[in-house]
């Protein structure tokens, strides 16, 4: 019997500005049902790596498969996007509704139009981050982390079997934060694959199960248990390691 | 109003709802100047294509002309992606030197054809309607009016089949590359759009109401929407009322069709802007002076509510002494007694001292908890 092939392979990831790396050399496996945190410094290119996971960046060298295939339009499709919210104009002249669905597009075919199924799942979606109540709300009138239960929930109906999210819960507030932890819970019960970049390293061993720590190159990655250890840590983020106000692993166990 | 001044009349309309489709999703994307350097740089692409095909108005030639309007924002584009010159300064870098080119290739080598400096700025609506449409024989009417209905149903029908694609791409070009539209072919499609419609209006309005027609009706009625469908058919709307309001100016003071026409543009804007229900500047004014005395009377409240331990008669709480304790003018602590005298939340102590009701005392510990 075949192994299951990891959710995401990346293979000698390079990525540069001009002569500038961002990444060094990334080798990274994150298996199918995993929610895996990327932590690291700003700078760290965190979000470079993802970006080059979606194929919106040139890397210099290296590879991405995802489900086992080399990353390209095919397989994009199977990833769910969480992008940072200032990505967008949120001026735009549309409702939440709206929004969640265009994360439908394309399901079953270009030409097929909108239908019940969809808005079901949209509403189902939107009941899922709590946003229910605000469904046909302007988008402008949004707090952050409304938009961002939006974006979850919009990466939700896409049916995605991986999901990349770029700081997910930015802007979000804690009750809010839980309830959308246990949106991610679900996917992974659901047997999908969850990574984010997550910024509070306080929280991140309750929220997720696996870890990579990145400072341009990949210092560690693996189960939370082992990869998030002090030593790693310090080594991520040099010296002046920052909010470790209750040191993880080494405290834990 | 003759056939005739019926026909001007209908051609305005039509050029202003043919050019509020590519306009209404140029302003969305923060495109609106790229209108501006397409609706002058087409005028080379008219000159070169008249210079290759001597067939004015042949809609090979509009595409033909319309090319240089994609090659305007390729320029743009690639003078921006070397980060050494932002997009506003790329955009008046390239089209004065393309469209001047045009303008000079017209004084030397076309000198006999139709196209004249003055018609580049304005157009010329009332000439516009003598070139007539005959098919073996027959009249059908003033050919721009045909072309622009083409025009028009063109932009229509590319809006209505691909408004998913337009409004994702828009909206969210990363999410629209994951799900598999193009974010580039979207952009690029659009200025084909805005550049055909350009060429195609040019004899008839010129390129300053081209970018008034493309701009001004999809700001104006962004004003007044904040649903995509309304926005679009506003658009195309208030271009037709616009036209109309113009057009009859221009025929009542025998002046200008296409300046009546930008200048009703102009005025209709201000108009909105000012009035608008729930975007317009007086309905802010109106809603930021109401928060300004709703935010008062809570102040007041919660002033007493903190000084209540010093008595009944006080400093603090004398009705005259609010504008140097608060900060108010005499005028306003007039006022904002008065009214949360008449909402039950204070009560006067002896004329000249406030008071808080047993209500007033709830909405300070609320307010202050909350």
């Known amino acids: 019997m075949q192994a299951m092939p990891p959710a995401l392979e990346v293979n000698d990831l390079t990525v540069a500005y001009r002569d500038k790396p961002v990444l060094w050399d990334i080798d990274l496996q994150v298996p199918t049902g995993v929610l895996m945190a990327v932590v690291g410094p700003n700078g760290a290119g965190k979000t470079t790596l993802i970006k080059s996971v979606m194929g919106l960046m040139q890397p210099a060298a290296g590879s991405v498969q995802v489900f086992g295939e080399p990353a390209g339009r095919q397989q994009v499709r199977r990833i ?44 189902r979606a939107l009941a899922t981050v709590d946003m229910e109540d605000l469904a046909d709300r302007q988008i402008s009138e949004l707090s952050g982390g409304q938009q961002q239960r939006v974006f979850l929930a919009r990466a939700l109906v896409q049916d995605a079997d991986l999901y ?31 990574l984010a970049v997550h910024h509070d390293l306080r929280t991140a061993p309750a929220y997720f199960d696996w870890v990579a720590l990145l400072n341009v190159r990949l210092i560690a990655s693996g189960p939370m248990a082992t990869a998030f250890s002090e030593c790693n840590l310090r080594e991520t983020f040099g010296g002046s390691a920052p909010e470790w106000a209750n040191p993880p692993v080494t405290a834990a166990g | 109003m003759s056939s005739l001044e019926f ?41 070169l294509a008249f210079l290759i095909v001597p067939l004015y108005g042949h809609p090979l030639m509009v595409f033909g002309a319309s090319v ?6 390729l320029g743009i584009d690639l003078l921006k992606r070397t980060g050494l010159v932002r997009e506003d300064a790329a955009i008046g870098i390239t089209f004065p030197a393309l469209f001047s080119l045009g303008v000079l290739l017209i004084s030397l080598l076309a000198r006999d054809a139709h196209l004249d400096e003055h018609m580049v700025f304005q157009g010329d609506l009332v000439y516009s309607v003598f070139q007539r449409l005959e098919l073996g024989g027959r009249g059908f009417g003033p050919m721009t ?66 970018i008034g027609f493309m701009v001004v009706p999809p700001v104006t009625a962004r004003l007044l929407t904040d649903s995509l469908a309304r926005y679009l058919g506003l658009s195309i709307l208030l271009g037709c ?67 209540r331990a010093l008595g009944q008669r006080t400093e603090e709480n004398h009705a005259g002494h609010l504008e140097a304790h608060l900060g108010w003018s005499a005028e306003f602590s007039r006022r904002i007694t008065e009214l949360a005298e008449a909402r039950g939340l204070i009560r006067r102590v002896d004329t000249h001292w406030l008071g808080l009701t047993s209500i007033g005392q709830r909405q300070a510990e609320q307010s202050l908890a909350g």
């Not at chain 1, 399901?107 to 097929?112: A, E, F, L, S």
């Not at chain 2, 309309?13 to 302003?27: K, N």
């Not at chain 2, 009546?260 to 802010?284: E, H, K, W, Y």
Request: hydrophobic share 50%; charged share 20%; with cysteine.
């Open chain 2, 7 to 47: 026909e001007i009349l209908a051609t305005a309309m039509m050029v202003s709802a043919a050019c509020a489709m590519p306009g209404a999703y140029l302003v969305l994307r923060q495109m609106s100047m790229v209108a501006d350097a397409i609706s002058h740089t087409v005028l080379l692409g008219i000159v």
């Open chain 1, 164 to 194: 990349l999210m770029d700081e997910p819960f930015q802007g979000v507030d804690a009750v809010t934060e839980e309830s959308m932890v246990a949106v991610l819970r679900r996917l992974q019960e659901q047997g999908r694959t969850v």
């Open chain 2, 241 to 307: 009322v616009s036209s109309l309001g113009g057009f009859w100016i221009a025929w009542t003071v025998n002046g200008s069709v296409g300046g009546s026409i930008s200048l009703v543009m102009g005025a209709m804007f201000v108009v909105v802007l000012l009035a608008s229900p729930r975007r317009g500047l007086v309905a802010d004014w109106r809603r930021r002076r109401r928060q300004r005395v709703e935010f008062a009377v809570r102040m007041l409240v919660i002033h007493l509510f903190q000084h």
């Open chain 1, 80 to 123: 769910g996007y969480v992008p940072q919210r200032t990505s967008v104009d949120w001026d735009f002249p549309t409702s939440v509704r709206d929004v969640v669905a265009m994360g439908r597009y394309n399901r079953g075919g270009r030409w097929r139009r909108a239908d019940r199924r969809d808005a079901e799942r949209v509403a």
């Open chain 2, 68 to 73: 240089m309007g994609v090659v305007t924002v």
């Open chain 2, 145 to 210: 009016l045909w072309k622009m209905a083409g025009i028009f149903l063109l932009n229509g029908a590319l809006a209505l089949r691909f408004h998913r694609e337009l409004k994702i791409a828009t909206f969210d070009p990363v999410l629209a590359a994951t799900l598999g539209i193009s974010p580039a072919l979207v952009h690029f499609g659009l200025v084909l759009m805005t550049s055909v419609t350009a060429v195609g209006a040019f004899d008839s309005v010129g390129s300053i109401l081209v």
